[in-house]
């Protein structure tokens, strides 16, 4: 009996390795057509990700396929002078499966989406009106961004800090924000870090950032809820 060839254990560790990323990527493939979210009870508790129940079938018309909340503008009457409109699959059920998702961001002159990440997409910000300044930090450091005017985009991968500054001088910048995952979750730096329940000790976030306790104190009480 021969011996099995020396390539074969390659083989195999490379369609493991293919597995992995298949099964690694932000969303999993639809396995039909479209499944449309079922809408939830008053008070039921939301579906494990990534997926949701789906409609029957026959209960699906053409308007669970269409979504207007982004033809207004969101309030940017608050301290960071920006509004997120969102149209991920709690907002636009059709969305289900599909592995997409799509947001409106509108800033005010100086207002700011802040620092914030999306644990399971990338995102492509593309300016409608104005101008941003766009920008994510790599896990080595490094800060990339750029001025996007009108018609242009820009792309921030995965999990990575960003940001979008309307630093314009033409009035309110709009931009739609494009990911690949129907739920991509969101993760604020500063209410993350200051205004977690329970709360994160004052001398670990002192000892992290190398300040006083009472600069602590002073950023929990803008973020506490």
């Known amino acids: 009996m021969s011996k099995p060839s020396p390539w074969w254990p390659l083989l195999l560790l490379s369609t493991t390795l293919a597995v992995l990323v298949a099964t690694c990527r932000a969303d999993p493939e639809p396995v039909q057509d479209f499944c449309v979210a079922a809408p939830r009870g008053e008070g039921e508790a ?3 990700f990534p997926g949701l129940p789906c409609k029957p ?3 699906v018309v053409s308007d669970d396929f269409f979504f207007a909340e982004h033809a207004h503008a969101a309030s940017t009457d608050n301290a960071m002078g920006s509004g997120v409109t969102p149209g991920n699959v709690e907002a ?3 969305l289900n499966t599909l ?3 799509i947001n409106r961001v509108d800033l005010a002159p100086g207002g700011v989406n802040p620092l914030h990440s999306h644990p399971r997409a990338a995102e492509l910000v593309h300016v ?3 101008e941003m300044l ?15 005017r009108e018609g242009e985009s820009f792309v921030i991968p995965r999990g990575l800090m960003h940001f979008q500054y309307n630093a314009g001088n033409n009035g309110t910048a709009r931009a739609m924000t494009v990911f690949n995952s129907q739920l991509p979750g969101v993760v604020l730096a500063a209410p993350t870090l200051f205004g977690a329940e329970p709360e994160i000790p004052d001398a670990v976030l002192a000892k992290s950032f190398q300040v006083d306790a009472g600069i602590i104190k002073l950023l929990k009480s803008k973020f506490r809820k």
């Open 46 to 48: 939301a579906a494990a």
């Open 134 to 148: 766009v920008g994510f930090v790599s896990t080595a450091g490094k800060f990339y961004s750029k001025v996007v």
């Open 57 to 59: 079938a026959s209960a």
């Open 92 to 94: 636009f059920p059709g």
């Open 128 to 130: 409608v009106a104005g």
């Open 99 to 101: 592995g997409v998702s």
